[in-house]
């Protein structure tokens, strides 16, 4: 029986298992995978996995086996030229934690970066055009 943790407000894991329509879905989206580990999270399935030599992947699936999105850890010179312009106008003096480019189910391409500053931490998401969608501190 594979292991999941539920995540609520601390981490708790449970013996249960992922649905094989869920696995199914997953193994059929991203047949390379390895190191797959499998969480959920109010009723949406959360697996951490990677693909070749790239950095973490993360993929959500509800509980009908939808996809909902994949997030991908990248490096600055894989980031968007508006988003970068954005970064280096308003942002130039915070630090980069973590950048992800984030594919959805609707065919939306998002970015969603943690900055640091001031011991602060902060996590914007930005669309392709550079518009900040989101900043939470």
């Excluded at 193994?27 to 109010?42: G, H, K, R, V, Y």
């Amino acid at each position: 029986m594979k292991k999941i943790c539920i995540i609520i407000g601390f981490l708790s894991c449970v013996n249960t298992q992922v649905p094989d329509h869920i696995k199914s879905k997953f193994q059929l989206m991203e047949p390379s995978a390895t190191n797959a580990e499998w969480f959920i999270q109010d009723d949406i399935y959360k697996v951490y996995y990677k693909l070749d030599r790239q950095n973490r992947i993360t993929s959500y699936f509800d509980r009908q086996g939808n996809w909902l999105e994949t997030e991908t850890e990248i490096g600055l010179e894989e980031l968007n030229i508006a988003v970068l312009n954005v970064l280096e106008t308003k942002f130039n003096d915070y630090g980069i934690v973590d950048i992800e480019i984030i594919k959805t189910f609707d065919f939306k391409i998002l970015y969603e970066i943690d900055l640091i500053r001031n011991d602060k931490s902060y996590d914007i998401l930005f669309d392709t055009t550079g518009r900040i969608l989101r900043k939470k501190i």
